[in-house]
């Protein structure tokens, strides 16, 4: 099992920026990829941005050059650093976590980010 907990979510302007955090616990020696994935009311859960183990990234075409993404293994947390904050960001941001164990995903609970026109 996997448990994840994210914080850093918050109320910001248009234009901010605010930097969420995930940290994993339990058996962190099988995940390989982790990722930020939102969603927004009356909208359907998006992937944000990933990353595996390796350190390789991918993004929504939404935030690409606005928001980064990085990882520490050995603290098993994962970040995402977001800029040039819009309303359209708007959202309660979910960490997830994905096994090696039969490709077994893990959500945190959810962090809400509001951004204000």
């Known amino acids: 099992q996997v448990q994840l907990v994210e914080s850093g979510g918050g109320v910001v302007q248009a234009g901010g920026s605010l930097r969420l955090s995930c940290a994993a616990s339990?058996?962190?020696?099988?995940?390989?990829?982790m990722g930020w994935y939102r969603q927004a009311p009356g909208k359907q859960r998006e992937m944000v941005a990933v990353?595996?183990?390796?350190?390789?990234?991918n993004y929504a075409d939404s935030v690409k050059g606005r928001f980064t993404i990085s990882r520490d293994n050995a603290k098993s947390t994962v970040f995402l650093q977001m800029n040039s904050l819009k309303p359209e960001d708007t959202a309660v941001y979910y960490c997830?976590?994905?096994?090696?164990?039969?490709?077994?995903?893990?959500w945190g609970q959810g962090t809400q980010v509001t951004v204000s026109s």
């Open positions: 990353i595996n183990r390796g350190g390789s990234t």
């Open positions: 997830k976590a994905l096994s090696v164990v039969a490709d077994t995903a893990y």
């Open positions: 339990g058996t962190i020696f099988s995940i390989n990829a």
